[in-house]
């Protein structure tokens, strides 16, 4: 037995599928801007990013990264816990916890390893975690590392979650309860019925971080996420973020009201054991999330080109996610289809990510459009006509 | 609860979930001859779930291989109460 010899199955499905369509491993040769690139010798517009506020080329936080690079060098070489807490780390936590109005902020280096170290410190082996079936890798993976006994309830169904919870409680009347969720998931761009599970939270005393990933600038008036716009932040126990998507930048957070999160600093192994931020990601972090406080029409424009290719895709029978939002999935029965006009839409131009099974929710295949607030309305429309060529089986 | 009645409870759980005849002996895998997926494990376990009025931690799951694991794993449960 060879040490690759466990990937046999793999490796014969990807010989399949690459004698049937080729390469689908796409590599960015050159990036343009925000919403266009060139692949495959030729230019496509990006509709399968996480920009959603399009300011990875936004002059002010290019200028702010760069600046940052000159004074305080292009690495930290070394962890949070030693000689990698700089002043612009703590003010980036200072400016966080200001943005959310919490007492305390955390920073992490990505938005994984923020629910790697949060998943697998705060909530032990004596607590218990229930989590939405659909929730990201990374909180999978974060209390699998801590070990916490953890329970799966239907994604986005208060009431499986309250019957698990109900049973729970029963069992163990004393025992911390984490309930773990996101604000918009990744893949359907679905919303989690916030003001429902904050009941339940509240009728059962447990407790609940969400994970706004890729809600943060997207969602709420001041773009605090899904909490911010369901109007429950003072219920919410501990938010969960990311610098990757609407920040452009990388990164992860955590911010509660209480303040003893500090201690995690202390106890959690994926805070200490890896290298901290750059200082031109934090730089650059930190102007994203000022632009997000002084330029609201980026979220107005995000919404404005969801609605339109929600509604256009809708329109030509696709099947998509439940609601509209700036993730567009577009769901297909055949895993084969799928890979068929993913490739048919790349070589017309328009780049989207595909989502095959096991990674999506629920077996189906997916092509994952997304919007940004950069994309221009003539980009919407050249993505709309892109997919009106396929038939939506 | 008897072992058997586990036995059979799971039978129908199966048949139902699979939607086919199962035919299940102690040592019959989920994986190589169920043929049962992540997702469809995600619903066995919802159906065990109700059905037993256990709650199942997803961390055994990786210890399940078999019908009796899967088995012994409901019994202990139901003595927990
Ligand atoms: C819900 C969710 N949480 C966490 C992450 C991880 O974020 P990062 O890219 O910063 O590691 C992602 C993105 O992949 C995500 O979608």
């Not at chain 1, 962890?79 to 919490?102: C, P, Q, W």
């Not at chain 1, 459009?369 to 950069?374: D, G, I, K, L, Y």
């Amino acid at each position: 037995m060879g040490i690759f010899d466990k990937f046999a199955r793999l490796a014969s499905q990807l010989e399949q599928v690459r004698a049937a369509f080729g390469g689908i491993n796409v590599v960015i040769e050159k990036i343009l801007s925000p919403t266009e690139a060139i692949v495959n010798g030729k230019k496509v517009i990006l509709a399968g990013t996480n920009n959603y506020l399009g300011l990875t080329f936004d002059k002010e936080c290019i200028e702010a990264a760069c600046q940052a690079i000159r004074e305080e060098g292009t690495g930290t070489t070394g962890s949070r816990m030693a000689n990698g807490t700089y002043y612009s780390h703590v003010i980036l936590e200072r400016e966080l916890s200001e943005f959310f109005d919490k007492k305390a902020t955390i920073v992490f280096t990505t938005g994984y390893t923020a629910n790697l170290a949060i998943l697998s410190t705060l909530v032990g082996r004596e607590d218990i975690v229930l989590l939405d079936a659909d929730c990201h890798a990374s909180i999978y993976d974060g209390t699998r590392l801590g070990g916490v006994p953890v329970y799966r309830f239907r994604h986005n169904d208060v009431e499986d979650l309250e019957k698990r919870l109900k049973r729970l409680r029963e069992k163990q009347p004393q025992a911390n309860i984490l309930i773990v969720i996101e604000g918009l998931y990744s893949m359907l761009g679905d919303r989690a019925p916030l003001k429902e599970i904050v009941a339940v939270k509240e009728r059962y005393g447990a407790y609940l971080l969400i994970d706004e990933a890729h809600s943060l600038g997207v969602l709420g008036e001041r773009g605090r996420g899904l909490a911010e716009e369901a109007g429950v932040e003072d219920k919410v126990d501990f938010i969960v973020g990311t610098f990757s998507k609407s920040l452009a930048s990388i990164g992860g957070y955590c911010t509660s009201d209480y303040e003893e999160l500090d201690l995690l600093r202390y106890a959690s192994r994926p805070y200490v054991f890896t290298a901290s931020l750059s200082p031109a990601n934090i730089a650059a972090a930190r102007t994203a999330l000022r632009i997000i406080r002084e330029r609201p029409e980026l979220k107005e424009r995000l919404w404005q080109n969801a609605l339109k290719l929600y509604g256009r895709l809708k329109e030509m029978g696709f099947e998509l996610g439940p609601e509209p939002s700036p993730i567009v999935a577009v769901r297909f029965r055949e895993p084969e289809r799928a890979l068929s006009v993913w490739k048919g839409l790349l070589e017309q131009g328009v780049y989207v990510n595909m989502v095959l099974p096991p990674a999506t929710p629920d077996g189906s295949a997916l092509l994952r459009a997304s919007v940004s607030a950069a994309h221009r309305p003539e980009q919407i429309e050249a993505i709309s006509e892109a997919f009106s060529s396929f038939s939506p089986a | 609860m008897k072992r058997e009645e586990i036995f059979e409870t799971l039978e129908e759980i199966l048949a139902e979930v699979l939607q086919k005849e199962v035919e299940i002996r102690p040592e019959t895998t989920f994986e190589a001859d169920l043929e049962v997926d992540s997702l469809k494990a995600m619903e066995i376990l919802a159906a065990v779930e109700d059905r037993f009025d256990i709650t199942v931690p997803i961390n055994v799951l990786n210890e399940i291989k078999t019908v009796a694991d899967f088995a012994e794993e409901i019994e202990k449960l139901l003595e927990e109460g």
